[in-house]
């Protein structure tokens, strides 16, 4: 019986130690079309990675939590009711950052952004 709780017992150490140590920067995004009609194809590209939605309703929003792997300018791009593509580059983004990104798809396709991130200290 001793044995066999020894390795239980190591394993747990590991994982506490895992789960104590070092923590991800994560950012919390918020895509919000504003506009009185829906935006389609909706896709963010950023250091490491992309996302995206097939569409984003009139007056609705979008969540997504991300990971940055380097620093990059963030970019959207997205297609309107006239099938019309509209591609919008945004903030620099720097690896290790952490917080909120709020992007707002406006009236006649105007985008504003609105980061809230800190770098860890």
Same mark, same amino acid.
């Given at each position: 019986?001793?044995?066999? =709780?020894?390795? #239980?017992?190591? *394993? ?5 130690? @895992? $789960? ?34 097939? =569409?984003?309703? #009139?007056?609705? *929003? ?5 990971? @940055? $792997? ?48 800190? $770098?860890?200290?």
């Amino acid at each position: 019986m001793r044995g066999s =709780s020894l390795p #239980a017992w190591c *394993a747990t150490i590991v994982v506490l130690g @895992l $789960l104590s140590g070092c923590q991800s920067a994560w950012i919390q995004a918020q895509i919000v079309n504003q506009q009185n009609t829906p935006v389609n194809l909706v896709e963010v590209d950023y250091a490491g990675g992309s996302f995206g939605i097939q =569409s984003i309703a #009139a007056h609705s *929003a979008f969540h997504y939590r991300f990971h @940055l $792997l380097g620093s990059d300018k963030v970019k959207l791009s997205f297609t309107d009711t006239s099938y019309r593509n509209v591609k919008v580059t945004g903030p620099e983004l720097e690896k290790g950052q952490s917080g909120t990104l709020r992007i707002e798809i406006e009236p006649g396709n105007r985008v504003a952004w609105v980061p809230q991130l800190k $770098l860890p200290k």
